[in-house]
């Protein structure tokens, strides 16, 4: 099923509860048409249409958001149970990363502290790159198999 954000209130609720429940995701980039797959502290804009993440600038995911910024980010709950097979809810965000900079960096630097406030200083460092995806779609999946479309409008 595809529907816009904007048109779909339970699955914004969904994805808000989600995003507040959990405090890493996996980031998939591409390094010379090879996936690569890093764990990434993460938070999420009020409007859900940015996610934010932060690396330093001398990683392999820094380094191929560089050369190719489309990424894909996945956020999940699962507990590793039989029961995740009925009850786990998986998302996978879809968009372009870019770094953030003054002023618009302050602002967003409060909303990712605000959910990671022991990182304050990994992600005030000099070497530090506070990263923004903007989303063009989120795939959500629950119960095994119901999968949904959310695309973001621009």
């Known amino acids: 099923m595809e529907t816009t954000l904007e048109e779909a209130p339970q699955l ?3 994805l ?5 429940s959990q405090s890493l995701a996996v980031l998939s980039t591409q390094d010379d ?3 690569y797959g890093s764990l990434v502290a993460f938070a999420a804009t009020g409007d859900l249409r940015h996610l934010l993440f932060a690396t330093t600038r001398t990683t392999r995911k820094y380094a191929n958001l560089l050369r190719n910024p489309q990424v894909a980010m996945v956020i999940d709950n699962r507990t590793n149970q039989p029961t995740d097979f009925h009850t786990a809810i998986a998302v996978t965000a879809t968009g372009a990363v870019e770094e953030v900079h003054d002023p618009e960096r ?6 990712y502290l605000s959910k990671h406030p022991s990182l304050k200083g990994f992600v005030t460092s000099p ?13 959500v999946v629950n ?7 959310l695309h973001i409008k621009r």
């Open 16 to 20: 808000k509860d989600l995003f507040s």
């Open 33 to 35: 048409g090879q996936s």
């Open 143 to 149: 119960q095994f198999q119901n999968v949904k479309e």
């Open 106 to 111: 302050i602002r967003l630097l409060r909303c």
């Open 127 to 139: 070497t530090c790159a506070l990263l923004r995806m903007k989303i063009d779609t989120y795939v």
């Open 12 to 14: 914004r609720k969904l």
